[in-house]
């Protein structure tokens, strides 16, 4: 995107600028312009960021530290020397390889499953189930307290849509008493296991009594 004024020849890509120049102003003003966080050491449990100066990192998703562990850096440089950098495609094209199946597999045998599929973040990986499951006939039914990648892949889905207060069982069997009056093929009840603000689980064993 070109935000040089030479390239605003029109008065609507003028207009368009300004009002994303005034939206910044007022995102600032307010307090919630997003500056990023730039890191210049490797990731870790303590992390070097721009201005020199060293913090401990509490917002990051390397919750194992493995990120800078030495043996998976050697792992990945065997592999882009036996494999080259990056994938070149999508998986369903020509972007499966062989390293992609053997984890793949190891994985489903270490959990029990038939078959596991990798995506590259849990995000992503919300945001492609919902759609491939369900169709126009189902029905989801979702906690209102979901992490955003649930409810932006609730969204992208055809399934007709219910939420219910979080962790309220009675609105749970309520929703669902109303979607299998609606005629639902199949109904499916999305929820966090731990919800984001780490005080609540998902009472697991209610919710599978309750989709009975």
Excluded at 195 to 202: I, K, L, P, T, W
């Amino acid at each position: 995107m070109c935000w040089n004024l030479p390239c605003l020849e029109n008065r609507n890509a003028w207009r368009i600028y300004q009002q994303l120049t005034n939206d910044l102003e007022t995102a600032r003003a307010e307090g919630l312009f997003k500056e990023e966080r730039i890191i210049t050491s490797a990731q870790q449990a303590d992390i070097t960021v721009a201005d020199g100066s060293h913090v401990i990192n509490f917002c990051a998703n390397n919750y194992l530290g493995l990120a800078n562990h030495p043996d998976l850096i050697a792992a990945a440089k065997a592999g882009m020397d036996s494999h080259g950098f990056g994938m070149a495609s999508v998986r369903f094209i020509c972007g499966t390889q062989d390293s992609h199946k053997e984890l793949e597999q190891k994985l489903a045998a270490f959990l029990g499953m038939e078959d596991a599929i990798l995506y590259s973040s849990c995000f992503d990986a919300n945001g492609g189930l919902f759609e491939t499951l369900l169709g126009a006939e189902d029905a989801i039914i979702s906690d209102a307290l979901n992490h955003a990648s649930i409810i932006d892949g609730v969204r992208l889905c055809k399934a007709k849509r219910y939420r219910y207060a979080n962790n309220d069982m009675q609105e749970l069997e309520a929703r669902l008493k109303e979607a299998r009056e609606a005629g639902a093929r199949h109904v499916l009840i999305a929820t966090d296991g731990v919800f984001s603000d780490g005080r609540r689980d998902c009472q697991s064993e209610r919710r599978l009594r309750s989709g009975r």
